[in-house]
Nanobody
Framework: AVQLVESGGGSVQAGGSLKLTCLAS????????VGWFRQVPGKEREGVASIDMDGRTTYLDSLKGRFTISKDNAKNTVYLQMNSLKFEDTGLYYC????????WGQGTQVTVS
């Protein structure tokens, strides 16, 4: 089974950028649809972006143009580039594999001030 580990979170000022990394092990990332999700305080967890086995991407409408999901099959890694960050982007960001998602990482915290 695939295991996922997120990294790259941190604290950033509004308008700044972060790049999150989801490193997979145990199974090639090319065999899975992978998504990024976030848990914002006071709100339900929501899907942010996803990338399928063929590299096709989907995004939460409100984030289009600011966030970009990509993957490197050779590195078994999926990325989430986040630009023009806003205070409301603060939250715990998870990557997950499967459609529907059934394998989750532990999350990485993003704090925008």
């Amino acid at each position: 089974a695939v295991q996922l580990v997120e990294s790259g979170g941190g604290s950033v000022q509004a308008g700044g950028s972060l790049k999150l990394t989801c490193l997979a092990s145990g199974n090639p990332i090319r065999s899975h649809c992978v998504g990024w999700f976030r848990q914002v305080p006071g709100k339900e967890r929501e899907g942010v972006a996803s990338i399928d086995m063929d590299g096709r991407t989907t995004y939460l409408d409100s984030l289009k143009g600011r966030f970009t999901i990509s993957k490197d099959n050779a590195k078994n890694t999926v990325y989430l580039q986040m630009n023009s960050l806003k205070f409301e982007d603060t939250g715990l960001y998870y990557c997950a594999a499967g459609d529907p998602a059934n394998v989750w990482g532990q999350g990485t915290q993003v704090t925008v001030s």
